[in-house]
C-alpha cells in the first residue's frame, strides 16, 4: 500500500515538473505570415524601395576588390552597376580632378636660374641695402620702400609689404638685419598666395588662351602640350590665331612634336568656328584636353577684345561649361603695363588664371607680386626659359625660396 502511495506521489511530482518546465507552444503559421517576412507583392515593393536607398544606408557589405581602389575609380564601378539618383549636391566629384601635368619637384635651385636677372636687381639692391645693418628702425624701412617703389612690385604691393615690416618692427621681430631678410621673405610668399594647380575638371578640358602679340601664348601651348604628353594624355591643339599663317604653322610644329592633333581653319577665317571644330573633334576622339590658340591683341582694340567674347560664346555652343579655364599670358619684360593689361582683359572676358612669361629675360620679376596682390587671379605657370621644361607650375615657396636664398651670390649675379 506504502507503495502505491509512493508511486502516485512520484507521478505527480513528475506531472507538476513536467508542467512548470514546459515552454508554450508556438502556433505555426504559414510560411508567409512568419514575423518579419512579406506577402509576394509586399515583398516586391520592399526590394524595389531597398534599391532605390543611397549606398550608406543599404549598409551592404563593400566587396575587398573595391574597397582597396580609389574612391573615385569605387563610383565609377559602383554607378555603373546601380546608378542610384543621387541630388546634385550628392554626386560625387568628376573622377577627372586630376593635376594637369604631373607635379613638379620642388626645385628653387632650376628657378633660381631663371631668375638672375630679377635677382641681380631689385633683390641684389635689397640685399646691399640691409646686409649688415647694425640698426633696424623705420628709416631703415623707408629705404627699402624706395627700392621696391622704384622696381615692378608696383606702389599699393610696395606700401603693403612695408605696413607689414612696420608691425613687426612694432612686435620687436626686427631685432637684427637677418631677421629684416626673413620677414621680406615671408611677406613676399604671404602676398604671393597659394598659387593654384590646374586640374583636368572634364573630358576634354578645354583652355582658352589669351594675351597681347607676343606674350608667350602659342609657345605656352606647346609647352603644356609637353607636359600632358608626359602624362599621358591626348590633347587637341586649336589654332583660334587665324590672323597670321605663321601662327599655324608654329602650333603645327608643336603638334607635330607633342603627338598633338592640331584643327586648323583657312587664313582668315573665324576664329570662335575653328574653335568650335577643335572642341568637337577632341569629342570625337575622346581627347582630355583642347589647347585652344587665340591670335594676340593690343588691349586697347575694343573690336578685337569683343571678339574674345564672341570666341568665348562659340565655344561654350560645342561643350556645355567649356572653356574651363581662359589663362592670360602675360610678358613679365612689360613689368607694371603688364597689371593694366591684365585688367583690359578682365573687363572683357572672365579670366581663371595667368601664366607670367620671360622671367628669364628681365630684372622685372618683382612684378610678380603685383599681380598676385591685385588682380585677384592666380599665376598658374611661369616662363623661365623657351624649353618644354622651362614652363613650371608656380609654386609660391619655390619662388620665394629662389628669389631670397643664396644672399652670398646674389650681388653677383647679371642685372
Ligand atoms: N626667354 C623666353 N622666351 C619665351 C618665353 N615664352 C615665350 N617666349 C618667346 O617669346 C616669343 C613669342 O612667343 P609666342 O608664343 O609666339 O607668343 P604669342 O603670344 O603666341 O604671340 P602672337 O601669336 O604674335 O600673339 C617666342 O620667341 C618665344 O620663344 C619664356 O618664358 N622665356
Ligand atoms: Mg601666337
Known sequence: MTLVYVLVAVVVLAVIFFLVTRKPAEPTLPEAKKPGALEPKKQQVAERKEERKPDEERARPIPKTIRETPASKREEHEGAAEAPAKKPSERPKPA???DFGKPAVFDPATVRRGLARTRGGFIARLNDLIRGRKVVDPALLSEI???LLTSDVGVKTSQKLIQRLHERLERNELDDAEKVWSALGAEARAILGDGGRLKLRNKP????MVGVNGSGKTTTIGKLASKLKAQGKSVVLGAGDTFRAAAVQQLEVWGEREGAT?????????????????VNKAKELGADVVLADTAGRLQTKSNLMDELAKIRRTVAKALDGAPHETLLVLDSTNGQNAIQQARLFMETIPLTGIVLTKLDGTAKGGVILAIADELGLPVRYIGIGEKAADLREFDPAE???ALFAGRDAISNEAA
Open 262 to 278: 592640331v584643327v586648323k581653319g583657312k587664313e582668315g577665317a573665324d576664329p570662335g568656328s575653328v574653335l568650335f571644330d577643335a
Open 96 to 98: 577627372l580632378e586630376e
Open 399 to 401: 619662388f620665394v625660396e
Open 145 to 147: 620702400e624706395e627700392v
Open 205 to 208: 578640358t578645354v583652355v582658352l
